[in-house]
């Protein structure tokens, strides 16, 4: 079996595969998190660095796939992965327990997540809007649903290393986000620090620039709802005290 991420799809293959007793390899670009890379090895699978930036990384891990003849599990560009995440929304309609909600915001990298959440929250729950959440210097995914194919976006560094990449083309994930989506909303680097602050300094809660994202993207969507409730998705807490005290750092005084 073989996974290629720049992180926590990684860390999911790998804690599957220790639990079922089986062996595999999961690619991971060149400048991946060291946490998340040292979690996944922690699982004793193989872990290979290659490519430079994720989209990069899925090819060549096809590549692997064909050469070994094994199994791949894409991070997004598949059904049954985007099946799992959908649980998640059947979790949020369930807490939920028939309480008024105006939105969902989720972060948004290949767009697997937001594909299982929003088909699960649209059955359930049709008038909630679904937002999708990207960082300003990469994304990909709302680049391509503007075109309405998918695009190589320019990308640029980003603390959000588990939403950065661009999309495989013929994407799964590109119909489902266009028909899914309701709205997008891009963040820049400091309202993701920004983010990550707040929910440390008014929550306690450790999170990671991808999750910061969906916070910073809540955030903005808030204050136009009329008042509703919204539901923002915290989607991982892989994070390196570097990384940390660095955002810290550079968010904005408030």
């Known amino acids: 079996m073989v996974a290629a991420s720049s992180g926590n799809h990684g860390l999911g293959v790998a804690y599957a595969l220790s639990a079922a007793g089986g062996t595999g390899i999961v690619c991971v670009p060149e400048h991946a998190s060291p946490v998340k890379v040292a979690a996944i090895r922690r699982y004793g699978v193989d872990v290979r660095v290659m490519g430079h930036e994720p989209a990069e990384t899925e090819r060549l891990a096809r590549l692997v796939v064909a050469d070994a003849d094994m199994s791949y599990i894409s991070p997004y560009n598949d059904l049954d992965v985007i099946a799992g995440q959908g649980t998640v929304g ?9 309480r008024a909600v105006g939105a969902v915001v989720v972060a948004v990298g290949g767009g697997g997540l937001i594909s299982g959440i929003g088909a699960t929250i649209k059955s359930a729950l049709p008038g909630v809007r679904v937002i999708g959440a990207s960082p300003a210097n990469d994304a990909a995914m709302a680049a391509s649903v503007r075109a309405g194919q998918v ?6 560094p980003t603390i959000s290393d588990g939403t950065a990449g661009g999309v495989e083309e013929g994407s799964i994930t590109l119909p489902l986000c266009t028909e899914l989506v309701d709205t997008w909303v891009l963040v820049t680097e400091p309202e993701i620090c920004s983010a990550l602050r707040f929910m440390i300094d008014t929550e306690h809660q450790l999170i990671e620039g991808a999750a910061a994202v969906a916070i910073a993207a809540g955030l903005k969507a808030g204050r136009h709802c009329g008042g509703q409730a919204i539901v923002i998705v915290s989607c991982g807490a892989n994070i390196s005290s570097t990384a940390l005290a660095q955002a810290i750092a550079a ?3 408030s």
Do not use: F, K, R, T
């Open 90 to 98: 059947e979790e949020i309609v369930a807490q939920l327990g028939g």
């Open 151 to 156: 695009v190589q976006a320019g990308a640029l």
């Open 251 to 253: 968010a904005p005084a």
